[in-house]
């Protein structure tokens, strides 16, 4: 894909959301979001499957209406607007082509729709068109087009009309892991040579962390921490988000913290500081802090998956299976019983009732 910008877009693209709620029925999806995204911004909306994340895109497209609150976009209320009024695109996970049409006949269909003049509008495709390489591709239909160009003709269509808002939601995961590999780069680019806002939905957070720069985390219906891709990943608030973040995701282990010492089982570890009062916590450690150690929890190998440049390992750890990340493989093998430290400073410690970080 090209990356010639429209550098008039950067100023406009703000949104906010005051107190959004939405419910239906008896079920309330959105419990009461507040969120505040930047013109220009790569803002991805993360969490699992029924967070809320994708009812949250749909409210900003006005595809869905509101139970409470307000939606704004660069200052001006636009909750009761029509999607047609919002100036937004949408790309959606199906990517919605209509199949009878050619591929210029699809990219060009929402100038169509407010009355663009015919030549306006070809020079118009043939640049939407040429920025995401599909140029040689307009006189086909989408079923003589892979899953990855069909992909590229949503996107273009997307662009055409150089809205303010790009809503994406899910847009590679229909594609295979190498072409989402390439897609997403691209993607990245595109975005960045529009200077246009740009808020993304996925369950996959490797691709919120390569793609972001702000990431909002759904649990729930509820957005639980928003921060930058590193943020979240260096200090996730809840132990939602540590359980969720990284791959693998952080080992989790249920302790007791009495001063400067944090009590796992019966081994004894340095807290990162000292508490007045015990308390029962949750003890979170990525699995790239997790080390071999002579003295420390003890563990049993289960597996060893030697992924060629990383090696991940399996520990039985009192009914709970932790992972320990490595550039190397263990000296061990599988079935050995084996110690587990980390550092004091690798530990991220939770309140055991509310899940809150300590």
Known sequence: MEADGEAGLSMKGSVRLEGVVKRHGATTVLHGVDLD???????????????GKTTTLRILAGLEEVSGGRVLMDGADVTAQEPGERDVAMVFQSYALYPHMTVAQNIAFPLKMVGTDPAATQQAVADAAGKVGIGHLLERRPGQLSGGQQQRVALARAIVRQPRLFL????????????????????????????????????????AMTLADRIAVFMEG????????????????????????????????PARWEGSRLLIGSEAIAA???????????????????????????????????????????????????????????????????????????????????????
């Open 168 to 207: 994406l939601d899910e847009p590679l995961s229909n594609l295979d892991a190498k072409l989402r590999l390439e897609t997403r780069l691209e993607l990245h680019a595109l975005q960045r040579a529009l200077g246009a806002t740009a808020v993304y939905v996925t369950h996959d957070q490797e691709e």
């Open 272 to 358: 990162p500081s000292a508490t007045n009062a015990p308390r029962e916590v949750t003890v979170g450690v990525r699995p790239g802090d997790l080390r071999l150690a002579s003295a420390g929890i003890d563990a049993r190998i289960e597996r060893i998956e030697d992924l060629g440049d990383t090696c991940i390992t399996s520990f039985a750890v009192g009914g709970r299976l932790l992972k320990q990340k490595s550039d190397r493989l263990p000296q061990a093998r599988e079935g050995d019983a084996v110690r587990l430290a980390f550092a004091p400073e690798a530990a991220h410690v939770f309140d055991r009732a509310t899940g809150a970080r300590l």
């Open 37 to 51: 995204i930047e013109p220009g911004e790569f803002f991805v909306l993360l969490g699992p499957s029924g967070s």
């Open 222 to 253: 509820r957005i639980v921490q928003v921060g930058t891709p590193r943020e979240v990943f260096s200090r996730p608030a809840t132990v939602e988000v540590a359980g969720f973040i990284g791959t693998p995701p952080m080992n989790l282990l």
